[in-house]
């Protein structure tokens, strides 16, 4: 299942403007800038200048959040975004409560202390967005993750991301009937089923350098139409008359 454009002219527009571009000025922003974002619960929340604004939301990073402010807009991050830009591009501080900027492995135990499936999401997510797709939140279609070929403006998305750990979890797909569940459902809203095996290759989730001897194995998997194929072979089979 290829990409699903929205209009015409949407492909070119993506391919004019590369989000591997989109995301280096964002990098180059924020660095400038030196943005300092605040941990608040379960997300990050940061505020940010127009230019900012802009490229965070090109690139789409976080939500923007209403407020009565003018000269800022604040913007509400998941915890692998905004490790994303702390740990793996480098452009952005975060502080706690308390105000003072966390390291990168006080940040790491934190979020894992509030999210117990961090590492693995956090190195699936990471996987992805360094190969440029888009990745937004799944839980509307009962997955983890959507992910889009560029902005979803301009195109679809056309992943359905599962993430799986080799310590098992809680028997998520383990049996035929969830497969066949989740893939019809992926199927009624155009999208492939793609699932990430993360395998953290017996080095635990101490701290994030870890993340550098994890794998991931990723693997698609479509509904098998049984009528579909037998109309294609008698097509082929015609055709050869």
Known sequence: MGPRWKGKGAEAKALADPMSEIVSQLQSSLLQSNVCALLSGCSVVLAVETEQTELLARACFGKPIITAEKDKQWFQLGFEEAFYLCYSLKCLKIAGEDNFVKNDLDLWLYMKLKKEKFPDFYKAYSHLRMKNWVLRPGLQY???FVAYRHHPSLVHSEYAVIVLSEEGDAGRLRVWSDFHCTIRLC????????????????????????????????????????????DDQKASENGAK
């Not at 199927?187 to 001897?213: D, F, M, Q």
């Not at 991931?216 to 479509?222: D, H, L, W, Y």
Request: hydrophobic share 30%.
């Open 142 to 144: 009962g997955v983890d």
């Open 187 to 230: 199927g009624s809203v155009a999208k492939t089923l793609l699932i990430l095996n993360v395998n953290k290759n017996g080095h635990g989730a101490i701290s994030p350098s870890c993340l550098e001897r994890y794998s991931v194995e990723e693997c698609t998997i479509t509904r098998w139409s049984p009528e579909q194929s037998r």
